[in-house]
């Protein structure tokens, strides 16, 4: 089973590409989605526990929590802590599943994909990525964005043409989706006939 990892900076149409992937019958794990249910579920108590008061009605509230991190190095660290082995802990599970289902291609979703070091847990990796205009603009259409937090995202994220520089294959998303879906589709077909050939 070829495991392909799926990074790319903010506002650079990422979750849209993964959408695709699961289109053509890949098997996805939506890193930012299960940190989103560890945030209802099992990190409740422990995040709260390191940041008290972040927690409302039972769940992280995503706001308060950023506002506890604003700016601190040492609190994304202890953050994360807590957070990356519950993450790992769902992706091993995710990845036990689809081996046992019989899937030949699996792909993991993972923002900081290179920042977090994933990129050693997979066996190539497709980066998203579009022009800096059109990705400011997007992110900037967000609710509750603004260009100060954009930045302050932007700085925690390895730079897009380092991520481009190290990726296996790069799916450009400024032109059209109908061109990234296109690409997605080849490398699929690249990569299950790779797998075919090791069989």
Known sequence: MIILGLTGSIGMGKSTTAQFFADQGVPVHDADQV??????????????QAFPGVTVDGVIDRARLSAALAGKAENFRTLEAIVHPLVLARRQLFLAAAAAAGADLVVLDVPLLYETG???????VAVVTTDPDTQRARVLERPGMTAEKFETILNRQMPDSEKRARADFVIETGQGMAAAQAAVAAIVETLRNKGRQAE
Do not use: F
């Open 35 to 48: 940190v989103h249910d560890l945030y209802r579920g099992e990190a409740v108590a422990p995040v709260e």
């Open 118 to 124: 994933t990129d050693q847990a997979v066996d190539y």
